[in-house]
């Protein structure tokens, strides 16, 4: 390699993802080297490149010469020996250590330096990869993700004993391959695999504690925080046990890491074969006849006539609590036409008291002020503690109803609703009412602290710190990989700075306190960012490169 080119590529095992990389190779103009054990098997990657290319012919993306010169880039070989021109290797073997290992031998012997030979693996180490060529500083792991040819993003991972020439290098051969390299310590997970991990876990544990149904938690990952897909969507697209088996590794890897701890649910149904769409059934049914597919925006429960007469009928509320939520809320609520006073007055009628306020204290002085006021709603934002909760601070339990969302209230159409265990029917009802007016659409969800999106937010956020603060990768990095590993509609570090580092520490506080469980711990990192008062991404750029310290 020339330093700024890849003149032959070559890719081992002709599976998913290596015939997915072969593609991108000869999609690129670079002639390909694609090796398997079994002749068939090559003969099916070259037909189903055939078949993307017709596509694309077809849809008129790229002309008949140019798909026929793709396609004669395409070398298809059993003999490892074939590689031996290449100047990029990129192993795509089933994953395994031991195969892996004896298949780097093998490359390292027929493929002489200066090559490159690297490793699509998601959980092997790659410096043990490497211990099995006789230059292991010319292995090290190019992370493509799935489909390859679509995902823009290569996760690149040095091992202890990789020259960083040869990072350099590779950086330049997947900028090559018209992909968007981003360097990642060899830890279990890499970037996306690990971060994204609670986006998962913690939407099955929601479902395990009844919190909401499927449906209505994709419902609200979806229009609360502007997922392109809900978790269960994405899990039965996946396949819940390609996806479990990753849980589970970076579960051992981590010696059994709470924040990574598989959930038993997920276990059971991949025992029953519910693998999602592979298997025409998973969190949802698939295939004709189907009562659900997932996806979509179906399922916006229209409100019951009562509620919008309650909407209409609002005059008058209260916002008590500082902030940018507060602020968002009082100009909604004018624009709604109705009259807000800031703060509980002691003056009556009022229709509602909205309690912006996060500290369980504040909370509290808001609940006594609602007792002063009449009897309005008390919605209460139950982002560090539950609505029950709250509720038990107010003379009038059943008036009070949880709510949760995240700052900033303009980018979220949609709002969770938590009664709490107190609340009355008619008080619900009169939360749905007040939203609406609002201009949010509601989902309702049982009581629980920091509902659904806030919680999953917060330990997205929180992940992404325990991987910054152990210098897994910088901070761009690691919002790079998310937004383009797993289409997130923003990187977790910018969302934290969005939402602002308090709020999130407070919700993760709060539900430590109230699920008593080690997985919600702050990662420190983020208590010095609060500590510190400031964002995240502000002053990311002086922490040290993960690769100018100590290698862990
Ligand atoms: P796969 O099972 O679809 O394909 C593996 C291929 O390797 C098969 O065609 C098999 O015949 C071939 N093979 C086995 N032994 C071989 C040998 N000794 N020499 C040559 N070929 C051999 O697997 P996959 O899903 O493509 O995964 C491959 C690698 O990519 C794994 O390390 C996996 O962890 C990683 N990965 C997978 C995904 C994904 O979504 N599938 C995403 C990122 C990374």
């Not at 892996?100 to 030979?117: G, S």
Request: aromatic fraction near 4%; include cysteine; charge should be neutral.
């Amino acid at each position: 390699m020339d330093g700024t080119v890849v003149r032959r590529l070559g890719v081992v095992g002709a599976g998913t993802m290596g015939a997915g990389i072969a593609e991108v190779g000869v999609r690129r103009g670079i002639p390909t080297v694609l090796c398997d054990v079994a002749a068939p098997i090559l003969q099916r990657a070259r037909d189903r490149l055939q078949a993307a290319l017709d596509r694309d012919v077809e849809r008129g993306r790229l002309t008949r010469a140019d798909a026929e010169a793709a396609l004669q880039r395409l070398t298809v070989t059993v003999d490892l020996a074939d590689l031996a021109a290449c100047d990029l290797v990129v192993e795509a073997v089933p994953e395994d250590l031991a195969l892996k290992r004896e298949l780097f031998t093998r490359l390292d012997a027929v493929v002489p330096p200066p090559a490159i030979l690297a490793s699509n693996t998601s959980s092997l180490s790659i410096t043990a990869l490497a211990g099995a060529t006789t230059h292991p500083q010319r292995v090290l792991g190019l992370h493509f993700f799935n489909p390859a040819p679509v995902m823009a993003l290569v996760e690149v991972v040095p091992g202890r004993t990789t020259d960083p020439a040869v990072v350099a290098r590779a950086r330049q051969a997947v900028a090559a391959l018209g992909k968007t390299p981003v360097e990642v310590q060899d830890t279990p997970g890499f970037i996306v695999n690990r971060i994204a991990r609670p986006f998962y876990v913690e939407a099955v544990r929601l479902l395990a504690e009844q919190t909401a149904p499927v449906a209505v938690i994709d419902r609200i990952m979806r229009r609360a925080g502007g997922f392109r897909m809900g978790p269960f969507e994405l899990l039965d697209l996946i396949g819940l046990d390609v996806n479990l088996a990753v849980t589970r590794s970076l579960y051992e890897a981590t010696f059994h890491e709470p924040r990574f701890r598989p959930h038993p649910i997920q276990q059971r149904m991949v025992d029953a074969g519910l693998l999602g769409r592979k298997t025409g059934r998973g969190f949802y049914t698939y295939g004709e006849g189907a009562e659900s597919g997932g996806g979509g925006e179906a399922g916006v429960p229209a409100l019951p006539a009562a509620v919008e007469r309650q909407a209409a009928a609002m005059r008058r509320i209260a916002v008590a609590g500082e902030g940018a939520l507060a602020e968002a809320i009082v100009r909604a609520a004018e624009g709604a036409g109705l009259v807000v006073a800031r703060g509980v007055p002691a003056e009556g009628p009022l229709d509602a008291v909205v309690d912006v306020e996060v500290a369980p204290a504040a909370k509290a002085a808001v609940m006594a002020a609602a007792d002063r006021a009449g009897d309005p709603l008390r919605l209460t934002l139950a982002l560090a503690t539950s609505a029950t909760a709250m509720a038990a601070r107010s003379a009038a339990p059943h008036r009070v109803v949880g709510f949760a969302t995240l700052p900033p209230w303009e980018a979220r159409p949609l709002v969770e609703v938590l009664p709490a265990l107190q609340s009355a029917p008619a008080a619900v009802e009169a939360a749905l009412a007040l939203l609406a007016r609002l201009g949010k659409e509601t989902a309702l969800v049982r009581d629980g602290v920091a509902g659904v999106f806030p919680r999953i937010a917060a330990m997205l956020v929180n992940e992404a710190l325990f991987a910054l603060g152990e210098g897994v990768a910088t901070a761009e990095a690691i919002d790079t990989a998310m937004r383009l590993g797993m289409n997130f509609p923003a990187g977790p570090l910018a969302l934290a700075d969005s939402v602002g580092p308090p709020l999130v520490l407070a919700v993760l506080d709060g539900l430590h306190a109230d699920l008593g469980e080690d997985r919600y711990r702050a990662a420190p990192l983020l208590r010095r960012v609060v500590a510190a008062g400031r964002g995240v991404l502000e002053g990311a750029g002086r922490r040290p490169a993960p690769d100018a310290g100590p290698r862990l």
